[in-house]
């Protein structure tokens, strides 16, 4: 049986190991932690709703349950014949290769003084340290929630999951009976943050906003972080005692430093089918590719999953085990996304005919919940899984 290295041991890494192995491919997932963080139920960790443990799954329960072998290490380097490890060194040894590593952040003056949600789990649980701090010694303090963006790659930028954290720490602070003695403020360089969403949603967070009492600067671009808060353009200053920011993505150091086919970005040029360009071989999937489409596409979990089982699909197409045509991510690329609220969510859809947010009181909150109880009890393969998920 053919041999398939899996890079990364994220949402899109994860699913493409599974879906090989269930046609019986030697599959081996290189990753450098041992574990799956579900980056969509960590918005959470701050407001104490889920702790790490919530939000993780072990990496070696994933491999027993599928039969792939797991290996914990860095990667270095992906080239159009090999990748480098580490610890591990160069390797050759596959008869295909998934590129599944997500993307890394673009760096902005001073940010150091900022915490990402869209990082490392450590540095989100760094942040819940300090926002307990203001809470619990100060009582009381400016918070401030941003995102950045990429000329290079409008697709990889993340407002949505500090949209949810933003609500969520408004409402988490309202529980506690101590929001009035906190500033929250949002800021982006766009002028209208959200904007894919369509304009029900831009309406909707304008809304939220005026009723939350949340400051809002938008349009105007990001000089530097300081420790005391964030410098904008026309010398405007943002107070900060926290600062939560996501920068837009940015390719993956490891291609940046291969030959594979790139964008200016760093992002992994694909075919339709997730093969990279001119690559028989490899794959690209998730955060890691770049995509083709309208303007308003985006990197998101479940079109990671849609490339991932694709992929699957066209390399035993192409050992002949699957009759058929190649699938390609194209028609599933839309804007899917429960953003929750802390007491309730609003789902935004998005794709080339329509644009719509429906609210949903309360029910929202408890289905985004109950999508990460699903998520991690089908990977391990406790429930049957629903089809498309
Ligand atoms: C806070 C947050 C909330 C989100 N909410 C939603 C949502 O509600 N709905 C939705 O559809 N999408 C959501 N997304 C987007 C979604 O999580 C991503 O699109 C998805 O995680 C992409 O999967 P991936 O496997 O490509 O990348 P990742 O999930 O980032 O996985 C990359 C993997 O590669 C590993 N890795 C990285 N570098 C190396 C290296 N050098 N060597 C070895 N291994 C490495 C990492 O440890 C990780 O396991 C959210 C994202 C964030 C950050």
Not at 74 to 82: E, L
Not at 134 to 158: C, D, H, S, T, Y
Request: hydrophobic share 40%; net charge positive; charged share 25%.
């Amino acid at each position: 049986m053919k041999k398939v290295v899996v890079l990364g041991g994220g949402i899109a890494g994860v699913e493409c190991a599974i879906f090989l192995r269930k046609y019986n491919f030697e599959v081996e997932l290189i990753s450098d932690r041992d574990y799956l963080y579900i980056y969509p139920i960590s918005i959470w960790i701050p407001t104490k709703e889920k702790k790490l443990e919530d939000v993780i799954i072990s990496m070696q329960d994933l491999a027993n349950a599928h039969g792939f072998k797991f290996v914990k290490d860095k990667v270095v380097q992906v080239n159009k014949d090999s990748f480098t490890l580490e610890n591990g060194g160069e390797r050759k040894d596959f008869d295909y290769l998934i590129v599944a590593l997500g993307q890394q952040k673009l760096k902005h003056k001073g940010i150091e003084y900022t915490y990402s949600i869209c990082s490392t789990p450590e540095e989100t649980l760094e942040y819940t340290k300090k926002l307990d701090e203001l809470i619990n010694q100060k009582k009381g303090g400016k918070l401030a929630f941003g995102f950045g963006g990429n000329p290079n790659a409008k697709e990889a930028v993340r407002g949505g999951p500090v949209f949810e954290v933003l609500f969520n720490v408004d409402y988490y602070l309202r529980r506690l009976k101590i929001r009035d003695n906190f500033e929250l403020t949002f800021f982006a360089p766009m002028p209208k943050p959200g904007e894919r969403l369509g304009e029900t949603a831009l309406k909707m967070m304008d809304y939220m906003f005026k009723k939350l009492n949340i400051k809002s600067f938008t349009g105007k671009k990001i000089v530097e972080f300081t420790p005391d808060g964030v410098l904008l353009e026309d010398g405007a200053k943002i107070e900060s005692d926290l600062t939560l920011f996501t920068p837009a993505g940015d390719g993956h150091p490891s291609v940046k430093a291969g030959n594979l086919p790139q964008t200016n970005a760093g992002f992994v040029i694909i075919e339709p089918t997730n093969q990279v360009k001119d690559c028989e071989n490899i794959y690209a999937i998730g955060d890691s590719a770049a995509l083709e489409g309208p303007e308003w596409k985006a990197k998101q979990g479940h079109l990671a999953e849609v490339m991932a089982r694709n992929t699957a699909y066209n390399i035993a197409l192409k050992e002949g085990l699957e009759k058929g045509s190649p699938k390609t991510y194209i028609e599933h690329i839309n804007i899917l996304c429960l953003m929750d609220m802390g007491n309730g969510g609003g789902l935004a859809y998005r794709d080339d005919k329509k644009a719509m947010l429906i609210p949903l009181p309360i029910v929202g909150h408890w289905m985004k919940k109950g999508w990460g109880m699903y998520y991690k009890l089908s990977k391990l393969g406790k429930i049957p899984r629903l089809p498309g998920m």
